[in-house]
């Protein structure tokens, strides 16, 4: 059985501005900086070691894997398949933005049509299992880019038998689109910053949660 320690990266600049980041980089502020290390910090005082830390290519969660493996030494592997939902053309648009824009003529995708933003964003947001195959124009689906996060950290796995804690840093709405998918019948609220969530996996099971899917 390994232990799979699920990280978010720490605050951004746009987290901190309400910026859709998605895909193009934002680097963090020194707030994120700090709850990096403040969770450094506390995965060292309960003890635990990861065998590697796999990270999203993306500078927010590579500076944050690297301030967490000052307290909690690891090798860093970096893999593209760990990156964010692709946003398509409202990666670093403002939320308030997006959701002023009016679609003329309505904007369809998978089966829905949306005339307005606030309306797009939300469904976007929900997590809804209705939602799955829906994109924003010129991005990936929730099921594309869940699909891509959970089989990196499967074949990682599947290929390194003796791994007993990983750790994983990556994004919020991947690492919150695969608890979902794991564990249904959960309430899984928005993942914080620098947050820790717990799973574990099984090469003849897969992935499933642990009793409380709570951070550690």
Not at 42 to 64: E, H, N, P, W, Y
């Amino acid at each position: 059985m390994t232990k799979i320690y699920l990280i978010r990266h720490g605050e951004t600049i746009f987290n901190k501005e309400h910026k859709i980041a998605g895909q193009i980089e934002t680097d963090l502020t020194e707030l994120g900086r700090l709850q990096a290390l403040e969770t450094g910090k506390k995965l060292q005082s309960d003890g635990v070691k990861f065998d590697v830390i796999l990270c999203s290519t993306l500078k927010r969660a590579k500076d944050t894997a690297k301030i967490i493996a000052q307290n909690v030494p690891a090798p860093i592997i970096y893999d593209d398949n760990l990156k964010e939902f692709s946003n398509g053309i409202y990666e670093g648009t403002k939320i308030e933005d997006l959701e002023k824009i009016i679609f003329e003529p309505p904007y369809k995708t998978s089966g829905f049509e949306f005339s307005n933003g606030t309306d797009l964003y939300a469904a976007y947001s929900s997590f809804d299992p209705c939602y799955d195959m829906l994109c924003y124009p010129k991005g990936e689906t929730k099921r594309q880019a869940c699909e891509r996060f959970m089989s990196a950290i499967k074949h990682y796995l599947d290929t390194h038998h003796n791994t007993k804690n990983l750790c994983v840093v990556a994004h919020g709405a991947v690492i919150r689109f695969m608890l979902l998918k794991i564990c249904p019948d959960l309430l899984i609220e928005k993942i914080k910053n620098a947050e820790v969530r717990i799973v574990l996996y099984e090469h003849n099971k897969g992935f499933y949660c642990s009793k409380q899917n709570n951070d550690f």
